[in-house]
């Protein structure tokens, strides 16, 4: 064989080794890759499923007649809901009376399951997921079932991981008062124990090898003492931990409350927590002035260059207890949010950072997102706008 044949031959083994080597990466990015969410399309709409379980009062037995009412209830209810969405609309305009009226959007179907049936089927819908995994949701105050239904069903769509859904709800539909306010505050703290439950059953029964519970507003407070119902199981309380990642977005919780009471329990049930906070979060202010007290989720800024922020201190005293497992990430940049809260449902840089933190990303990967260095080896992010 010619010299000139032996190195085309040699040549051509390269490429075809080459070539096998993109295979493989391409095989093992597809199979680490959290694809997308599933749905069902009707024209320009979306059907998004999901699960649930409520602490409210539901009233009624068939699907068409069920009520769920502003109450806490002495047991959990459980279901599954068929929910339409369109996803050109932003979340505050898809509830409007008439497009329900018109079918276009909302609720289309729900189930009711007892407890048993919920959990086996709950378990069958983990164990085909692409990655055995589950999305736990809890929302905030003042909407009723069917609203924070068809949040859930839009942030599931906006995020668009291929997971399982499920939203814990409970009765913060309140009267948008302060006394309101307050007694939304109340159910919170005792919903908690109903979603520990959940939880709890999840841990120990499905075992899902990424389990992530994203709160957002009053929701954190819920979540919070479903933390501190879990935290007294001793299974659950050991040094091992059974939650992937915990979000908590706009925390409508004491900072106070949150030291005393709920940080050394969420760490101890998971492997990281990550809070996102606002200077201008003007819902929260409104939640401080009615509760006299120091909210997380709101946290003052102080700006020196617009390239740059120096947060004030009082943000640091979280991150000092664990900051291996604790992140800080303020959205003021990228907060247009009516009231300057409702960000984790409208915002594609929260979307997209959240979707990096449960997929497993780390935090320099998202482009949109800078370290801040404090004395002392504190840090905190903090996301840019697009623009």
């Given amino acids: 064989m010619s010299l000139y044949r032996i190195l085309v031959f040699t040549l051509f083994l390269s490429l075809l080794t080459g070539c ?45 007649s069920l009520k769920f009412l502003p109450k ?24 409007p009376k008439r497009l329900k009226r018109k079918g276009l959007i909302g609720v289309q179907k729900i189930g009711r399951l007892d407890e048993e049936t919920f959990m086996k089927r709950l378990d069958e819908a983990v164990k085909k997921s692409p990655h055995n995994s589950l999305l736990v949701m809890v929302m905030g105050y003042k909407d009723n079932f069917e609203l924070t239904a068809t949040k859930a069903a839009s942030f599931a769509y906006l995020l ?14 309140q009267s948008v008062t302060p006394w309101g306010y307050k007694k939304a505050r109340a159910l919170a703290k005792k919903s908690g124990p109903y979603m520990g439950h959940v939880l709890t059953r999840v841990i120990h029964e499905i075992e899902p090898e990424k389990l992530w519970i994203e709160s957002s507003s009053l929701g954190c407070q819920v979540a919070c003492s479903a933390f501190e119902y879990m935290y007294k199981n001793e299974n659950l ?3 091992e931990t059974e939650i992937a990642h915990v979000v908590m ?24 927590l990550a809070v996102y906070v606002s200077s201008d979060d ?25 390239s740059q922020f120096e947060e004030a201190k009082d943000i640091l005293y979280l991150k000092s207890f664990h900051p291996d497992k604790i992140a800080i990430v303020d959205v003021t940049p990228i907060n247009h949010a ?50």
């Fill in 20 to 64: 096998s080597t993109v295979q493989k990466d391409a095989a093992y990015y597809a199979q680490h890759l959290y694809r997308r969410i599933p749905y069902e399309t009707e024209g320009e709409y979306r059907v998004i499923n999901i699960f649930y379980a409520t602490a409210r009062v539901v009233k009624g037995k068939s699907d068409d």
């Fill in 72 to 95: 806490i209830a002495d047991k959990i209810t459980y279901g599954d809901l068929n929910i339409k969405i369109d996803p050109a609309l932003k979340i505050g305009k898809m509830f």
């Fill in 160 to 173: 668009d991981a291929d997971t399982p859904i499920l939203l814990f709800d409970w009765p913060g539909d």
């Fill in 237 to 239: 309380s050991d040094p």
């Fill in 249 to 272: 977005a706009a925390p409508d919780v004491s900072e106070d409350e949150f030291d005393e009471h709920f940080k050394d329990e969420i760490i101890a049930l998971s492997e990281s």
């Fill in 282 to 306: 003007n819902a929260l202010l409104l939640s401080e002035i009615i509760d006299s007290e120091k909210k997380l989720g709101r946290q003052k800024l102080k700006i020196k260059k617009h």
């Fill in 338 to 387: 009516s009231f300057k809260h409702g960000y984790y449902l409208e915002s594609p840089d929260y979307f997209d950072d959240v979707y990096l933190r449960i997929s497993g990303g780390a935090a320099h990967t998202n482009r949109r997102r800078y370290l801040v260095d404090i004395e002392g080896k504190k840090d905190y992010w903090v996301l840019r706008g697009r623009k």
